[in-house]
């Protein structure tokens, strides 16, 4: 692909990757990704924001094959989908420096062994003329890395925000379709960004005081109209979670199964919404995109050598990284002859700091009184998001 006007003297650049389905070697890819760079034109320098994954190098320097000098290659952050191919760029721009926060210059150090000369370290709110055009930095640490940063371009009013606001969806589409990106762009944030709600939040104020016409990340469309992936960070970082209880699970002869089947009746007759997710078979993104808004995570397992199953706790696990903004937690599940499964199970999402609501779990098949202690359970979960409110 060609690069592609924004403004007069504003292109993007970059790499759409159709048929990448894994990410990290760890986040499932259904739409894809792309990884977007972007070139300015001022009246006497040349920016390259970002560069894009070593896999598309090919198509970037393509792009830039008309391009006769680049005096600066802005870095907004180390991780090498999109500073992999800075080296291949300084190569061919023997002139050029990479700017990027000081945090940032030891890691393209470390990373991608990029002489430490070549790198402009610069301060928050620092700025950089292009002449025309004027690059202002402004550090945004924890999206998702400690040393990210955005830039504004002031003249026309762009932020480019790297993997802030991002996501994975390969379009051709240069400006998202709101409809279209607000799944991709909750997925983003749930997998990559929720276990930084805190810091984003401040991040989000920061940049509030900028006048915007467009967001430009490094992966998935702009946005034409800033407000709108603004307001749903804002609603996925900062509301209280929702009257949602997540069910995972596993089952391996059965009896779990029932037992989940039941909880889900249970809730659903006293109002709480369910989204259940069977661990063996499901997408782990669309589980992260769940916890986003869950008030109550249950999850379920049979009892294997002595501990839950392996994928449940795969999923306690993933819970517990990401931060959600969950209350409640508990275990229901089947065992033969004993283990450690509530212990084990609680024990690893104590990050969230969540209340722990009576488990259940029952020997064999589950029976009237397990059944019941289940109905109970449903109770106090609907009771609980009652009384905290949660709408
Ligand atoms: Fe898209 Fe954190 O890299």
């Given at each position: 692909m060609k690069p592609r006007i924004i403004r007069d003297g504003v292109y993007a650049l970059g790499a759409i990757d159709?048929?990448?389905?894994l990410f990290d070697s760890l986040?499932?890819?259904?739409d894809g990704t792309s990884y977007n760079a972007y070139l300015i034109h001022g009246s006497e320098k040349t920016a390259l924001l970002d560069t894009v994954d070593p896999s598309k190098m090919d198509v970037l320097m393509s792009q830039l094959e008309d391009v006769p000098e680049v005096d600066y290659v802005v870095s907004h952050?180390?991780?090498?989908?999109?500073?992999?191919?800075i080296p291949a760029i300084l190569e061919k721009y023997g002139r050029a420096k990479v700017v990027s926060t000081a945090r940032a210059r030891g890691m393209l150090v470390d990373l991608l062994a990029i002489p430490e000369e070549r790198i402009i370290p610069i301060e928050d709110r620092e700025t950089l003329s292009l002449g025309d055009k004027t690059l202002e930095f402004i550090n945004t640490p924890w999206?998702?890395?400690?040393?990210t940063m955005v830039s504004y371009l002031r003249e026309d009013r762009i932020l480019f925000s790297c993997d802030f606001f991002g996501s994975h969806l390969a379009t051709t589409?240069?400006?998202?379709s709101e409809s279209r990106i607000l799944e991709p762009a909750k997925r983003y944030y749930a997998e990559i960004m929720m276990p930084f709600r805190k810091v984003i939040q401040k991040n989000l104020e920061k940049i509030a005081a900028y006048e915007l016409d467009i967001i430009a990340p490094s992966h998935g469309p702009l946005y034409d109209r800033p407000a709108f992936i603004i307001d749903a960070y804002r609603d996925w970082v900062s509301s209280p979670p929702r009257n949602i209880a997540v069910v995972a699970y596993v089952s391996m002869h059965g009896s779990t199964a029932r037992m989940v089947n039941h909880l889900v009746g249970a809730l659903t007759e006293r109002g709480v919404a369910v989204e259940q997710f069977e661990l063996a078979t499901a997408d782990i993104g669309k589980l992260a995109v769940a916890l986003v808004d869950a008030a109550t995570i249950v999850l379920g397992t049979p009892t294997v050598l002595g501990g839950p199953h392996p994928n449940v706790v795969y999923a306690a696990y993933l819970a517990n990284a990401l931060k959600?903004?969950?209350r409640f937690v508990s275990v229901i599940g089947s065992y033969g002859w004993g283990g450690k499964t509530i212990e084990q199970l609680t024990g690893t999402m104590a990050g969230l700091e969540a209340e722990v609501l009576d488990p259940v779990l029952c020997k064999g098949l589950p029976r009237q009184s397990d059944f019941e202690a289940i109905d109970n359970l449903a109770a106090s979960i609907a009771s609980k998001h009652r009384a905290q409110g949660i709408p």
């Open positions: 159709w048929d990448r389905r986040i499932p890819l259904p952050h180390a991780e090498q989908d999109h500073s992999g191919t999206v998702h890395w400690p040393e589409e240069l400006y998202a959600p903004k969950v």
